[in-house]
């Protein structure tokens, strides 16, 4: 594929650095949206079961209602899950290298974070299965969390495998599923009705719905972990506004289906030109955001994006001798300009490598 030659003035800035979904929502729910807002009787406190959101989602997924629980994003969940079963000293286990939410949990509750290594190799990232059921009984963890697809790294592991972990387990194991719209299969493809009594699922909104904004995600779980959490919960945690607009956008499913395909093809499209700039390898990904290792040296890449204007999450990843970086799935121009930008940052007589 043949780029084409961008020029963009410094005052626009490329936000690739959250795995936000790059399109603004169509003409037709903001109309309703507004029309929404207008009629919310904003002196009344919002639902604090979100029952309404909650039917939706349960007849949208096919998923007991009573099993689903509304958090202000995913990462208010997160917390709930600590709160219901981690206490200062408890030892909880996640992957190496994991989302940054996770760690910073662990040192809030006082936990003992155990970090299981993935396994990076020249093209690929994995998680060996019975290394995870290794260290889940020599860790004997009160919390595993489990994010799949897997950020930072874009890795995907068969729900089915992770779901025959969880069953191995004796303590609540957590599925984030905050990207699976852009894998080829969710845990629910896999167990439904017969989830295990300790797993649970998220899922968010931010994400393939584009609704960041609203910070709304939710738990699909076992009885025994919902009613944990309820039990938690803040009374109040999702507002009116976010829940009213959650409920229409779920009306919106094709939009949904149709950005998310554009952006799985982007992402692919976007690995394969990456992959032959010298000094660059973007990892395979099933989520909205590719993982990138450079030779380049770190401060010169991060010197040579933020000159042209461009974010990215930089990555101080205790993997070999290379820098790395997650880019978000932008708009086609944007991703366009990020080439671009790698291959400029190779030719310059200045460049500077780390490794020789």
Known sequence: ?????????????????KNENPFELPPSPREEM????????????????????????????NFPQERIVIGNGGDEILSMLFMAYVKPGDRVLTTYPCFSEYSRLCKIFGAE?????????????TLDIEQ????????????????????????????????????????????????????????????????????CVLRTLSKAWGLAGLRVGYALCSQRIANDLLEIKSPFNVNVISQEIACT????????????????????????????????????????????RTELNKDYVCASLKERGIRVNMLELDIKDYTWMRVSIGKEDELNYVIQTFRSMVRQPNAEFVIA
């Open 249 to 292: 956008m779920l009306e919106y499913d094709e939009w949904m289906k149709s950005r998310v395909y554009s952006i799985r093809f982007l992402r692919d499209k976007f690995i394969e030109e990456v992959n032959e700039i010298e000094s660059f390898y973007a990892y395979p990904s099933q989520g909205n955001f590719v993982l990138i």
């Open 1 to 17: 594929m043949m780029l084409r030659d961008l020029t963009f003035t410094l005052d626009r800035e490329f936000r690739l650095d």
């Open 113 to 125: 974070q155990h970090l299981l290594p993935l396994n990076f190799t020249d093209n690929e990232v």
């Open 132 to 199: 995870l059921l290794d260290a889940i009984s020599r860790v004997s963890p009160k919390l595993i969390l489990l994010d799949n697809p897997h950020n930072p790294t874009g890795m995907f592991i068969d729900p089915a495998r992770l779901i025959e972990a969880a069953k191995l387990s004796c303590c609540p194991f957590v599925l984030d599923e905050a990207y699976v719209e852009f894998a080829s299969k969710s845990s629910l493809d896999v167990t439904n009705e017969e989830m295990p009594s300790n797993l």
């Open 34 to 61: 507004r029309k929404l807002i207008s009629g919310v009787d904003l002196n009344r406190y919002p639902d604090p079961y979100a029952t309404k959101l909650r039917g939706k989602l349960s007849a949208k997924l």
